[in-house]
């Protein structure tokens, strides 16, 4: 009897369809991802920056002015959370998750613990959390989360990203999306070429083209359901020390050549990390891969932090008063990116903190 070494089963026809049905929706046109996901490590820095100690109710006041933003699903299908905020309610009681779904924006969960080092590498890291994480995303649907995030970080420098490096990227990303759809979640894939180092955009275009090649073969090899599952890449950019800047355009040929390369058509779309650029140039680089006049088999959108609460930060600066016009400056930014998302941002959606650089250096969420 032959056996063959290629047989598996796909998932169950009606996970299937819930899988690309959220993933579908989280891309729709115009709209795209606010990453709500920092640590509360991350988030401290953050209040400490407007004068706020680091408690579990300021976390929540912050969050709260997000997700009572009116009109906030106009142009975000989705948000990301951290652990604390799935359990949080408003000051009326009303829980953030319910808060959500009334607003028609869909909840998901961070779920890579923290960055450790790989060992005999070069600085190089690996992501923890895979253990026991069939039960976290059980406990995380239960609650009302649809997909979920995981975030692997590649440094670009004279020898490295490591081929260690990247399998490691590769196999821990597989892993986590095949577990993540086993529980019912959609898993948004990241691996993260980060803006550290002076390298020029070619080299940061190859670097990305490698990773992906291997994390998509390595989620072949784990049969993950990719109708059902999103990327979270970076855009092709030169690293942030590069003397040579490009111009948007340039990166749009690059960062969309480096998808077409690597990243099967049947994925439903890749929603982009801002990793430190400006809020302007996260919008712009977005609405030029948008308009490039290349082949784009994927919805193309954003997923991001910093590029969308810079200026809501430093509007809200902790006080209750400012929280309406903190409100404002969210939604100007989530419109700006609504259209760059559908190649039609004109600029001028620039507020105090548009050009201000988003860029922390080895920047942990």
């Known amino acids: 009897m032959n056996r063959m070494t290629t047989h598996f089963s796909y998932p169950e026809p009606a996970l299937q369809k819930e899988l690309r049905s959220t993933a579908e929706a989280i891309v729709a046109p ?33 969050r709260q002015l997000l997700f009572t933003t009116q009109n906030l699903s106009e142009h975000v299908s989705a948000t990301i959370l951290f652990d604390e905020t799935v359990y949080q309610k408003t000051d009326d009681g009303t829980p953030f998750m319910e808060l959500l779904k009334k607003n028609n924006i869909i909840p998901g969960i ?22 026991n994480l069939a039960n976290r995303c059980a406990e995380y649907k239960k609650q009302g989360c649809r997909f979920a995030k995981w975030r692997c970080p590649l440094r670009i420098g004279e020898n490295i ?3 260690q490096a990247i399998n490691d990227t590769a196999q821990v990303l597989a892993r986590y999306a095949a577990v993540c759809q086993s529980q019912g979640l959609v898993p948004i894939v990241e691996p993260d070429v980060v803006l550290d180092g002076d390298h020029d955009i070619v080299r940061d275009q190859k670097v990305t083209e490698t990773a992906l090649a291997a994390v998509y073969k390595a989620l072949n090899d784990h049969h993950v359901f990719l109708e059902g599952t999103l990327l979270k890449p970076n855009m092709v ?15 749009a040929v690059a960062t969309v050549t480096a998808l077409l390369r690597t990243v099967p058509a049947a994925v439903p779309g890749i929603a982009f990390l801002s990793g430190g650029l400006t809020k302007e140039e996260a919008t712009v680089y977005l609405n030029a891969i948008n308009q490039v006049n290349m082949k784009k088999p994927w919805a193309l959108t954003f997923s991001y932090g910093r590029a969308l609460q810079a200026s809501v930060w430093k509007t809200w600066a902790g006080k209750d008063e400012n929280t309406k016009a903190a409100q404002a400056e969210l939604l100007k930014r989530t419109k700006a990116n609504g259209l760059a998302c559908q ?15 988003n860029f922390a250096a080895n920047h942990r969420y």
């Open 161 to 163: 990203p490591s081929v």
């Open 343 to 357: 190649g039609k941002y004109q600029g001028g959606a620039a507020s105090s903190a548009g050009t201000k650089s």
């Open 237 to 251: 950019t030169p690293g942030h020390d590069c003397p040579k800047k490009n111009t948007p355009q340039e990166i």
């Open 30 to 62: 115009g709209k795209g991802i606010l990453a709500v996901d920092e640590t509360n490590e991350g988030i401290g820095k953050l209040l400490a920056a407007v004068g706020l100690e680091n408690t579990e109710n300021n976390r929540r006041r912050y």
């Open 110 to 131: 961070k779920l890579d613990l923290d960055a450790v080092p790989l060992f005999l590498s070069q600085d190089e890291v690996t992501t923890q959390g895979l253990d």
